[in-house]
């Protein structure tokens, strides 16, 4: 029993060298570079975001004060 956890364990450490030896032979860019990308990125989703929520927000506010004047008219 003891013996095949061992084995188990020795098999998910080799593994997980193995993979990470790989990722970083084939990997197409230096980690500096990917994380340069993928701070750039989350920046941009970050600004879609809030043009989005200006966006909405505006036609949220448009919607409501034509409902109020259609209350205070109606």
Sequence with gaps: MLGTLFKLAGGLVLGAAAGAAVGILLAPKSGTDLQSDLRAYVENVKAAG???????????QTKFAQAKQFNQSG
């Excluded at 809030?50 to 036609?59: H, I, P, V």
């Design 50 to 60: 809030r043009d989005a929520e200006a966006q909405r927000r505006q036609e949220l």
